[in-house]
């Protein structure tokens, strides 16, 4: 029997890409509100109870709502919204980071940030083995497309071609922040610059680090190859080679549609100084694509959203 799905915003950014990524999926049978019905409390209820499980692409306080107008049904629920990242008795779905059986198993799952899906992915290894330390006051630094901000940014940005750039979350207390700390596990919550690009989709996220300042001195190589151990298993999350460092990593703006996340590390010839940069699409790995991925790590199925990695 097919599994019942109810996507609740349906026909919002995220919503879409998910839609789009689950053409074809006979394993699952999508429950569908019209546009007349997909803000109506007792259908999003009626949907939301009727469903094996629900998948949240909503505004945070929507998403907490929708959380409450499922009380009393089983349904498992997908949040993609930041409204339960760091909320007691959800599980963070980052399958490389948490652990494929505790997704598996949970009935309330919270898709990560699409900024700390980067930083997340590029520290954690790192911290977990002692390369890097949790005390550390880290840096980050971060550009996404426009379709992160959901509908509301992608008509600005389409409606004022002017923009060239936009940097944002200058009163330090953007709502990444909480989890990027929680999960690495920091004592400190990181110094976080996000900005924006003309460019529909694309995330670069960048950690820069004083390595000679660091306690132990870490190398760019061990860091290089404490990643590439983490990740050799991982279907999504590939390592970029040390050597030869880029000249340049590019975000274009006619960039496809991307479930993977390539991880560089880029070292100083003396080794002094590191920069940990992930590229990922913040509507892939970062938003729909980690939300498909959960999908399937929930139900059983093969992990790949059968897009490009
Ligand atoms: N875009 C991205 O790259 C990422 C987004 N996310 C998160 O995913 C969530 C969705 O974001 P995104 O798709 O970008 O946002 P959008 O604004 O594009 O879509 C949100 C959708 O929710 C609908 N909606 C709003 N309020 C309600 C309600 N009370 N009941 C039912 N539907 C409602 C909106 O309808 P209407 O437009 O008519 O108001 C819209 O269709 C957000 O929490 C966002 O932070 C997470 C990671 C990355
Ligand atoms: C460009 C842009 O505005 N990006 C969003 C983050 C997108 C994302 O990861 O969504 P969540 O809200 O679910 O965390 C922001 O900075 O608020």
Known sequence: MAIRLFIDGAAGTTGLEIRERLQGRGEFELLALDDAQRKDESARRDALHAADIAILCLPDDAAKDAVTLAEGANTRIIDASSAHRV??????????????????????????????TGFLALVVPLVRVGLLPADWPYTVNAVSGYSGGGNALIARFEEDTDIAFRAYGLQMGHKHLAEMQAYAGLTHAPVFSPSVIPAHRGMVVDVPLPLAALPGRPSPAALHAALAAYYSDSPFVAVAPLDPVPGELLLLKSAAPWDG????????????????????????????????????????????TGLRL
């Not at 992930?278 to 790949?304: F, H, V, W, Y």
């Open 261 to 304: 996340l390539t991880l560089h590390v880029c070292g100083s010839a003396d080794g002094a100084q590191a920069r940990l940069i992930a590229r990922l699409d913040n509507l892939g790995k970062g938003a729909s694509g980690a939300a498909i991925q959960n999908l399937n790590i929930m139900c059983g199925l093969p992990e790949t």
């Open 87 to 116: 909320a007691d008795g959800w599980t963070y779905g980052f399958p490389e980071l948490i652990g494929h059986a505790k997704i598996a198993n949970a009935q309330f799952v919270s898709n990560p940030g699409c900024y700390p």
